[in-house]
């Protein structure tokens, strides 16, 4: 859905969203990390679910933005290079539900022994993220 949206964004909005697309995607992508790593760190004794099996869908929201805001910018892009967009959004679509079942089979099995480890290291992967996208749009980052 991120690209879609990115792409209705790009064909309306191109020229306010691309200067600070990259800063959007670093605040949110540092923030989330930050608070994974953060929590990571804390000793609150906590379960790896709620006891009262209540999501914070806040916190939630917050994380599926963070993490999509690199599928929101990609949207934009095609926008500009002209890309069929249908065809785009079901290939993503597809391949993000296969690789995220297949994250949510392994978190299952091992997110009880290594989940301290697991939020460390997927929090800095965020942060990571966030900076590669700064950097690349900012030209002082080339791959």
């Known amino acids: 859905l991120m690209p879609l949206i990115g792409w209705a964004l790009g064909k309306q909005f191109e ?50 933005i963070a993490t999509s805001i690199d599928a929101l910018a990609v949207g934009i892009t095609f926008a500009f290079l002209q890309t069929p967009i249908v065809t785009a959004v079901v290939e993503i679509g597809v391949i993000t539900f296969a690789l995220s079942l297949v994250g949510v089979a392994i978190g ?17 992967v965020l942060i990571l993220i966030g900076l590669k996208i700064l950097l690349e749009h900012l030209g002082l980052l080339l791959l």
């Open 15 to 64: 020229r306010f969203i691309t200067p600070v697309d990259h800063w959007i995607a670093f605040a949110l992508l540092a923030y989330i990390g930050g608070k994974m790593i953060w929590d990571a760190l804390r000793d609150r004794g906590e379960e790896v679910c709620p006891v009262d099996g209540k999501l914070d869908y806040r916190e939630l929201l917050m994380m599926a």
């Open 108 to 124: 299952h099995r091992f997110g009880t022994k290594f989940k301290r480890k697991a939020e460390v290291g997927g929090g800095v």
